[in-house]
């Protein structure tokens, strides 16, 4: 049967896009991953140039891991109004502001003369983070019906690891043919574009998405926010599992770089940009797979997304265990991008179901209170490597430095921890979602 030519192809195409996406269609996704993906960029800059900042400031390992540390600093500070926003504010126009302000933040970092300027600087960049990522989050859950958030989440939580992956690139790229500081001010630049972009966006009624708009929210309390949403036994699981984890995660994303710059004969140039790859390579790869079995997965029990981001966990730190032993470098490469590839497969699962565990006038809040505890630990792992790298000596050309290979064997297994935590909390899943 031929296509009747009297329709448009831009209507045909638009009528696609609502059948697979819903009503809003694919643009506020690509503004919000752009968010996620500028948000990640700055992150990723610092990996990257690590060596050079440590080497211009003069500081430690252990202090090169409190910079990791700044960030949630910030997140005691702003995670309950960050969440509180994101429940009663017009959340575009919330994302806009931060991102703006971000930008400056970023370019100033270039402009520091000491540890402690450079940490006060990471510090204030972790607050804009704090507050976009819920409303960010909270945003999708209502732009997008259950059969197609999974998709969303999948996208949405790959974007900040294509961005650290090209900010790591880009910050060891800048370094050797500039300096550090000049990659810091590139990055700064975007921000602003994206900004406006999503000051553009349309305000969609919370609970929109699932045919039951929400009101009366103004009357809530934001602690009675954070009690509603730790009561739920299973969120406190996904909570616990999903930091523990992540945080682990975060911290080898971190040293990675140095790691292959002390530990095999790439240059630091080379170990960004290899480090760089590997993370888009398997972000991408982990997307397409956890997308793939989320959409398998969609109308079954609720337990199977803890399930498969337990099993995918495991798989994944089992690679990366193998990448910091005594083997050859291309074993090292493949196995990093094995191990990125699954953990980041079971991410789009969980934000699914942490929309589906509470009621759309708290999801704002549960996104924050996660978000913060995987701020935690995320923070808490570069500056525990750090500490125990400290404790091993490795020399690296006559130089004596701390041993990340052996930290990292110490702290990889905390994956394995966080996929048991998730695995124990699938049967909570039926339990009764938080009340509003």
Known sequence: M???????????LREVSARLWGTYGRRPLVVLCLVAFVDAVDRGIL???????????????????LLGTAFVLASFVVVVPAGYLAD?????????????????????????TGFAQFLAVRALLGVGETVDNPASQSLIADYYPAQSRGRAYAWQRAAPLFGTAIGTAIGGLVAALTSWRWAFVLVGM????????????????????????????EARRARDDVRAVLAVLALRALM?????????????????????????????????GIVGGLILLGAIAGTLIGGSLLGHLAGRHRSAAMRLTAMTQ???????????????????????????????AGFPALNALTAGLVPAPLRGMAFSVTGFFTALAGAASPLLIGFLADRFEYTVDGEVKGDLARAFLLVTPLLFVGAGVLWRGRDLTEEPTAAT
């Open 47 to 65: 990996p990257g140039v690590l060596s050079d900042v440590q080497d211009d400031l003069g500081f430690s390992d252990f202090q090169a891991g």
């Open 88 to 112: 009663r504010t017009a959340r575009t126009k919330t994302i806009a502001i931060v991102l703006a302000s971000w930008g400056v933040l970023s370019m100033v970092t270039a402009t520091v």
């Open 240 to 272: 616990t599992g999903t930091a523990i984890a992540s945080g682990a995660l975060a911290g080898i994303g971190f040293w990675a770089p140095s790691f292959y710059d002390r530990h095999t004969s790439l240059s630091k140039d080379q170990a960004a």
């Open 314 to 344: 495991s798989i994944g730190g089992v690679a990366l265990l193998i990448v910091f032993l005594d083997v050859p470098l291309g074993v090292r490469i493949v196995m990093s991008f094995i191990g990125t590839a699954f953990v980041v």
């Open 2 to 12: 031929r296509r009747d030519r009297t329709v448009p192809r831009h209507a045909i």
């Open 190 to 217: 975007p921000g602003s574009i994206v900004a406006i972009l999503c000051w553009r966006l349309p305000q969609p009624e919370r609970g929109e998405s699932d045919g039951a708009v929400a009101s009366g929210g």
